[in-house]
């Protein structure tokens, strides 16, 4: 099993697969998985500038993807509640907020720690699908924009990958 992993680590990471790889790594680190697409997002830039753009539209799309799969998991989660306990789950101040900031909190999905489980919400909520992940995916391409910018422009050098 290492020795799988090994070889798929290895092929994912040569130049071919930079874009597949970083559509792989954005759609699962915006599930609840614990895994982030930053570094693999900038790595790739930083060892061809000019895959600036197809990289933040290619991360961005995952990750609105991944978000996607959060909101079906979260209106999965609520379905199955009221089907096992035969009521409608507890009334939080903090559901009330999102009920009441609608899809439009999808926005903040970008956040680390909270986003991933706020489109998980928003589905548990019943918050429209479709204008739940439009929120999203201008909120995530704009956090991977400025994020990717940022990065940079704060380490300009060139990408060595030493031994």
Same mark, same amino acid.
């Given at each position: 099993?290492?020795d =799988?992993?090994?070889?798929?680590?290895?092929?994912?990471?040569?130049?071919?697969?930079?874009?597949?790889?970083?559509?792989?790594v954005?759609?699962?680190s915006?599930?609840?998985?614990p895994?982030g697409?930053?570094?693999?997002?900038?790595g790739?830039?930083?060892?061809?500038?000019?895959?600036?753009w197809?990289?933040?539209?290619?991360?961005t799309?995952?990750?609105?993807?991944?978000g996607?799969?959060?909101? =079906?998991?979260?209106?999965?989660?609520?379905?199955?509640?009221?089907?096992?306990?035969?009521?409608?789950?507890?009334?939080?101040?903090a559901?009330?907020?999102?009920?009441?900031?609608?899809?439009?909190?999808?926005?903040?999905?970008?956040?680390?720690?909270?986003?991933?489980?706020?489109?998980a919400v928003?589905?548990?909520?019943?918050l429209?699908?479709g204008?739940?992940m439009a929120y999203?995916?201008v909120?995530?391409?704009l956090?991977?924009?400025?994020?990717t910018?940022?990065?940079?422009?704060?380490?300009?050098?060139?990408?060595?990958l030493?031994?």
């Amino acid at each position: 099993m290492q020795d =799988w992993l090994q070889s798929l680590l290895t092929a994912l990471s040569l130049p071919q697969f930079g874009l597949s790889t970083v559509f792989v790594v954005s759609v699962l680190s915006a599930t609840l998985l614990p895994l982030g697409s930053e570094w693999v997002v900038i790595g790739l830039v930083k060892l061809d500038n000019s895959l600036f753009w197809p990289t933040v539209l290619v991360a961005t799309v995952g990750n609105t993807l991944g978000g996607g799969i959060s909101w =079906w998991m979260g209106y999965g989660a609520e379905r199955a509640y009221e089907a096992v306990a035969h009521r409608k789950p507890m009334d939080l101040k903090a559901l009330r907020w999102l009920q009441q900031l609608g899809p439009r909190a999808c926005f903040f999905a970008f956040l680390p720690g909270v986003g991933d489980p706020l489109c998980a919400v928003a589905g548990w909520l019943k918050l429209p699908f479709g204008p739940c992940m439009a929120y999203s995916l201008v909120g995530k391409f704009l956090r991977y924009v400025v994020m990717t910018a940022a990065l940079l422009w704060l380490f300009p050098g060139e990408l060595t990958l030493g031994r």
